[in-house]
């Protein structure tokens, strides 16, 4: 891979406006107790992933005080130019200026390291077909497994460093014996919060041997205060949220520019009511509920017709009877190689989070000759499932490998009506006429026991929000007021759950 790479100094554009800081607390601040995770009784040579955000450069500081030679590589990575230019809302070059301060604090290097080629075949365009194919494909795992520490390690590969280190919030265990085999182990980090391990599930061993992560030892919140102590000019900065590549474009809009719209209709999953006009399936994914404009919620998405761009939906989500715990899992990566034992005490995340499931798993033959697939039984119920979504797999504090959930479900899953079905298949839908008149049910406290877990109790509160939206535009003073009140009490509702 030829590696497209320009040097930062002080006289390159980014240096126009030049982000400053006072040098006196560069050096008297004692990192040794933060160095854990940073191998300091080594002397090595590092290249680091610089963002410009506070994780990735006090990091880079760690490394730095740990005594090793660092180079810091900012990876670009927005659109081709023959697509339309939704960098031009990205924040790269705030990023860019912040990175060069930070690195000019302690007079590390900084490479911009272009990738825009890479990042489209490996990331982007996957990311497109996936939802043209009705599935909720996973960004981040994408761009850690093919581009930071895929494309990007390859490129450098001739440059002789021992360790690439990014801000992740994971620890690595490296062996240091003369068994060459011996594998490193991908553990969680500290902060079981921010913990990041679920991102780097899909990860090789020959990737992970090669990794440094100095974050893995040290919570977020403490993160933070050694941003501040070591007067990082990005120490106030928000952190990044959303799809690296968007910046700030709504993920909603790009779907529409590059897989577009196509009217679809929504039913209800027990009556097959027509309940109301869609944009197009790859809009919405299992388990969703903000978005969907239905009134008499909450409504739930519950199952695709890809094939006739059908939406199902339901207000029975949670419902006993339609709970789902068992799943095949798809495209299977182990880091040590080989599965586990079939009866290993294991533990999954179906997502990030802090959140973890006991589980057990049977492999069996794929599909057609296919690749083998993961059979996984959860003790207890997920409605969130979502096909293209990553499982990742946990051996006590070792992460040991992920795959993709696939779209075949078990007989568990959300059924739907026949009647719905049969609509769903109709040819010509506009024989459908209106949507039905939704009748707004009556709230009722659910039976003790009904909820099983916090999140589903959380998730079965009525939007408020959503519903007075999808109301006519208040007429009198009376009227405006009563929306304002239940405005407030969702806001208040809504920090009281998440206290």
């Known amino acids: 891979m030829m590696l497209r790479i320009a040097s930062i100094t002080t006289a390159g554009a980014v240096a126009a406006n030049p982000i400053t800081t006072s040098p006196s607390n560069l050096f008297n601040v004692d990192l040794q107790p933060y160095l854990s995770c940073s191998m300091p009784n080594k002397r090595l040579k590092v290249a680091v992933l610089l963002s410009g955000g506070v994780d990735s450069s006090v990091a880079l500081r760690l490394l730095h005080a740990a005594g090793h030679s660092c180079t810091a590589f900012y990876l670009k990575i927005w659109f081709q130019e023959d697509f339309e230019n939704f960098w031009n809302e990205c924040p ?46 996973n960004p981040d795992v994408l761009c850690n497994t093919r581009i ?17 280190a990014s801000g ?28 990041q391990t679920y991102f780097l599930s899909h990860l090789s061993l020959i990737q ?33 949220q959303g799809i690296c590549f968007l910046g700030k474009i709504k993920f909603s809009e790009f779907v529409a520019r590059h897989i577009g719209e196509k009217e679809g209709i929504m039913l209800e999953a027990e009556t097959g009511d027509f309940l109301g006009k869609h944009r197009g399936f790859w809009f919405y994914t ?17 199952e695709k017709d890809i094939k006739n761009n059908v939406v199902f939906v339901s207000r029975n989500y949670f419902s006993s009877d339609k709970r789902r715990r068992l799943f095949r899992v798809g495209s299977l990566k182990w880091i ?23 589980c057990s798993f049977t ?91 916090d999140r589903e109790r959380e998730l079965a509160i009525p939007d408020c929000q959503t519903a007075i939206t999808n109301q006519k535009i208040p007429s009198s003073k009376l ?21």
Request: charged fraction near 30%.
């Open 92 to 137: 790269w070059e705030d990023d860019l200026k912040y990175a060069k301060a930070v690195c000019d604090q302690v007079d590390v290097p900084l490479e911009v390291v272009h990738l825009t080629d890479e990042y489209w075949e490996n990331v982007v365009s996957y990311i497109i077909e996936e939802y043209r194919c009705g599935r909720t494909p």
């Open 148 to 164: 930071k520490f895929g494309a990007f390690m390859d490129a450098i590969s001739s440059m002789e460093f021992d360790y690439v």
């Open 363 to 453: 492999m069996e033959p794929g599909e057609d000759g296919q690749e083998d697939v993961a059979v996984v039984q959860l003790p207890e119920d997920d409605q969130g499932l979502a096909a293209g979504q990553f499982t990742a797999f946990y051996q006590q504090r070792s992460c040991i490998g992920s795959g993709v959930i696939l779209e075949s479900w078990d007989d568990q899953g959300f059924p739907v009506c026949e009647k719905a079905l049969e609509i769903a298949r109709m040819e010509d839908k506009s024989k459908l006429g209106k949507p039905v008149k939704i009748k707004v049910r009556p709230e009722k406290t659910p039976p003790k026991g009904y909820y099983q877990t």
């Open 286 to 302: 299992i388990g969703q509920r903000q978005g969907l404009r239905l009134p008499g919620g909450p409504w739930y998405v519950v």
């Open 208 to 240: 992970l041997k090669r990794l440094l992560f100095p974050l893995g030892c040290i919570p977020k919140d403490e993160v933070r205060r050694l941003a501040t102590k070591l007067d990082l000019p990005n120490r106030d900065r928000k952190d990044s």
């Open 168 to 195: 992740h919030y994971a620890n690595i265990v490296h062996s240091f014996t003369d068994q060459m085999d011996k594998p490193s182990v991908l553990e969680l980090s500290k902060d079981m919060v921010k913990d």
């Open 479 to 499: 009227e405006l007021t009563s929306i304002f009140i239940m405005n407030w009490l969702q806001k208040i509702r809504e920090k009281w759950l998440h206290m």
């Open 336 to 358: 040590s190689g080989e599965p586990p034992e079939q009866n290993s005490q294991l533990q999954c995340k179906v997502r990030h989070g802090p959140g973890f499931y006991h």
